[in-house]
C-alpha cells in the first residue's frame, strides 16, 4: 500500500506577460504597460489521469486567453482591481475550479526608486 497525499491538485501557469493600462497617475491611463500574471487553480485532475481527455480537466490556454483578455482590454486604476477581477473569472470558468490564487505584477511602477515590480496576491475560494 502506497502513501498517498490527500488535497486538491494544482494547476499552475507562470510568466503571462500583457500590455494593459492599470494605474492611478495619469501617464498610465494613456500608455499601456507591461503586466506579469501568475495564477494556480486548485481542482481535481484525477479523471484526466486516467482518460488522458481534456475534457476532463480544466484547459489552462482558455484561461490564459482569459486573463490576458482582460489585462489587455480592460481599463482600471487599481491592481487590487484587477487582481480581484481575474481571481473571480477564474474561479467562475466552469465548475472544476475549487480555488484559486492570482498574482499581478506592474513591472514598471511609477516610482523613484529602483524596484523590479510591484504586485497584488489575491486568493479565492468556492
Do not use: N
Not at 501617464?27 to 489521469?49: H, M, Y
Not at 489552462?60 to 473571480?88: N, P, S, W
Request: net charge negative; with cysteine; charged share 30%.
Amino acid at each position: 500500500m502506497t502513501d498517498q497525499i490527500e488535497g486538491p491538485d494544482l494547476i499552475e501557469v507562470r510568466g503571462i506577460r500583457a500590455l494593459g493600462i492599470i494605474g492611478v497617475c495619469p501617464e498610465e491611463q494613456v500608455r499601456p504597460q507591461p503586466f506579469e500574471i501568475d495564477f494556480d487553480v486548485e481542482t481535481d485532475v484525477s479523471a484526466a489521469g486516467d482518460t488522458d481527455d481534456l475534457a476532463d480537466t480544466i484547459d489552462y490556454g482558455a484561461l490564459i486567453a482569459l486573463v490576458t483578455r482582460i489585462v489587455e482590454q480592460e481599463q482600471h486604476l487599481l491592481l487590487e482591481k484587477v487582481a480581484t477581477r481575474l481571481a473571480d473569472e477564474l474561479l467562475g470558468y466552469g465548475e472544476r475550479a475549487l480555488a484559486v490564487r492570482v498574482t499581478i505584477r506592474k513591472l514598471r511602477p511609477p516610482v523613484p526608486q529602483d524596484v523590479a515590480s510591484t504586485a497584488i496576491t489575491v486568493r479565492r475560494r468556492r
